[in-house]
């Protein structure tokens, strides 16, 4: 069997890459439904929805470039022709059905890949394939997006594959020709096709149902973010002699061998402080944090759940401290109370005052089985015990 196509034949080359495309999507579908509807309650079933999504992921990837070599040598070769090209209406369904094969085989990986690089946490993609894309952000609203294209894209394909195969049985059990046969390993007796002209009317009708695919997503809202059930408290503006402007609170988790970073983005708090200590202390600072202001990436709700943060039995966490000089900066030695466990620690932070405007950065290392947070977790495999929180402050002085 020559490796190269023909006007009338199929060479190798390309059923072996119909055929490698068929297993990689009849592989891949599966295994992200049933990814999607595995339960993590445990570090168990963690792992095993892990691995089942990175698997997923991972054969996704490779599709994508699996994709792209077949549509390089598919417009390198001869397209055989036809056999029933004088049927134009069936001729030109087959074609539209052909690019929007090509166009989906590329778009479904794609926007699965950009939405993986653009959000944080869960089952990475495994090697060779890294877990970040050049100029792609970790940013929630364009994951938002990637995710319902990917949903889109992905109902386009599984209709152009229930069309394709749908028209191949046709050809097989009814038209009795050699449309199926051509792509099955081995010879066959398929005759010249028919002389036919070709249009783009196939390509626009394609670029059509894509078009009215994005604008039905739309119009469910696929593209944009499914807010979490769990009510974020408003924070009540306190009394301080030091007027937050902004920050930056994160939490840092390893999960799965990745580290995973969330952002609390609501905090309010009540700073007394002096360059010039007073009995040891500079001063006092009380710090309110709403805990359903959490987003860590496509775990969000499950570290909102009963299980972890536990947002809505206790939707706040307050850390209390007196501030206190140290070798170099200083220290903010209190307690943090998070779901009603109160715990004594001490936080170093560096301060930079400049004309009013104090700027404080500072880290502190936590287990979260202290705070009795990811108690099924019981595996640091799945889900790391040591969270690292780093806060960034900057405050004006009243």
């Known amino acids: 069997?020559?490796?190269?196509?023909?006007?009338?034949?199929?060479?190798?080359?390309?059923?072996?890459?119909?055929?490698?495309?068929?297993?990689?999507?009849?592989?891949?579908?599966?295994?992200?439904?049933?990814?999607?509807?595995?339960?993590?309650?445990?570090?168990?079933?963690?792992?095993?929805?892990?691995?089942?999504?990175?698997?997923?992921?991972?054969?996704g990837v490779t599709t994508f470039f699996v994709a792209l070599a077949r549509i390089a040598?598919?417009?390198?070769?001869?397209?055989?022709?036809?056999?029933?090209?004088?049927?134009?209406?069936?001729a030109t369904l087959a074609e539209m059905v052909h690019w929007l094969l090509y166009g989906s085989l590329v778009l479904v990986p794609l926007t699965g890949w950009l939405h993986h690089a653009s959000t944080e946490g869960f089952a990475p993609i495994w090697w060779p394939f890294g877990q970040n894309l050049p100029f792609v952000p970790k940013d929630q609203t364009f994951?938002?997006?990637?995710?319902?294209?990917?949903?889109?894209?992905?109902?386009?394909?599984?209709?152009?594959?229930?069309?394709?195969?749908?028209?191949?049985?046709?050809?097989?059990?009814?038209?009795?020709?050699?449309?199926?046969?051509?792509?099955?390993?081995?010879?066959?007796?398929?005759?010249?096709?028919?002389?036919?002209?070709h249009s783009r009317l196939p390509l626009l009708l394609a670029i059509a149902a894509w078009a009215a695919a994005l604008g039905t997503g739309s119009a469910i809202g696929v593209y944009g973010h499914t807010e979490d059930t769990t009510e974020t408290i408003a924070l009540q503006t306190v009394a301080s002699?030091?007027?937050?402007?902004?920050?930056?609170?994160?939490?840092?988790?390893?999960?799965?061998?990745?580290?995973?970073?969330?952002?609390?983005?609501?905090?309010?708090?009540?700073?007394?402080?002096?360059e010039t200590a007073t009995d040891g202390s500079h001063g006092t600072v009380t710090a309110t944090i709403a805990?359903?202001?959490?987003?860590?990436?496509s775990v969000t709700d499950q570290a909102l759940g009963a299980d972890f943060f536990n947002a809505t039995a206790f939707p706040t966490a307050t850390f209390q401290a007196n501030l206190i000089s140290a070798e170099t900066g200083y220290i903010a030695d209190g307690t943090l109370t998070i779901k009603d466990i109160t715990l004594p620690v001490q936080m170093p932070f560096t301060l930079d005052i400049q004309n009013g405007l104090a700027t404080m950065t500072g880290t502190l290392p936590l287990d979260r089985r202290d705070f009795a947070i990811g108690g099924t977790m019981k595996d640091e495999g799945s889900l790391g015990f040591d969270v690292q929180v780093a806060l960034t402050l900057s405050a004006q002085q009243q």
């Open 291 to 297: 805990i359903g202001s959490l987003t860590l990436g």
């Open 1 to 59: 069997m020559p490796a190269t196509n023909s006007h009338s034949q199929y060479g190798s080359v390309t059923k072996t890459f119909h055929w490698l495309t068929v297993l990689l999507i009849f592989t891949t579908l599966p295994l992200g439904i049933l990814a999607n509807g595995a339960p993590f309650a445990d570090s168990e079933q963690l792992a095993y929805k892990a691995w089942l999504f990175s698997m997923h992921k991972t054969l």
């Open 143 to 197: 994951a938002d997006i990637t995710a319902g294209l990917h949903i889109v894209f992905e109902r386009v394909l599984i209709v152009s594959i229930i069309l394709h195969v749908a028209g191949a049985l046709k050809h097989h059990i009814l038209d009795r020709d050699q449309t199926l046969r051509r792509m099955l390993p081995g010879a066959n007796s398929a005759p010249t096709p028919p002389n036919a002209s």
């Open 241 to 274: 002699d030091w007027l937050v402007q902004s920050h930056d609170l994160t939490i840092t988790v390893n999960q799965l061998g990745s580290d995973v970073t969330g952002t609390f983005s609501d905090l309010t708090a009540a700073i007394q402080f002096s």
């Open 73 to 90: 040598w598919a417009f390198s070769q001869p397209h055989p022709g036809l056999l029933n090209a004088e049927n134009r209406l069936e």
